[in-house]
């Protein structure tokens, strides 16, 4: 329930401070999809050290299925290189 939750809060969060972009659509798609994905996200041990913003605009791009296969490993890996570059610092 609490993952749900804050879910809903970010998508409208999100909404209400920058209308109109890409992640507007978060205010149309359900949060329980949302949250089952950032589950399966964070599973892997190596996206760990991805921001949860990062991860719900990943997941948000499967969910939409307007990504190929390729392109959704392409984002992945650079979502991975930005993190660890990160952890490094």
């Known amino acids: 329930m609490f993952r749900e939750a804050f879910i809903v809060g970010y998508k409208e969060g999100v909404e209400h401070a920058t209308p109109g972009t890409k992640r507007s659509v978060w205010t149309t798609a359900r949060a329980k999809p949302l949250m089952d994905g950032m589950n399966d996200f964070y599973k892997d041990f190596r996206n760990s050290n991805i921001y949860v913003d990062e991860a719900m605009g990943y997941v948000q ?29």
């Open 61 to 89: 791009d499967e969910l939409q299925g307007t990504l190929s296969d390729d392109a959704l490993k392409a984002e992945l890996q650079k979502l991975r290189q930005v993190a660890a570059a990160r952890k490094e610092e």
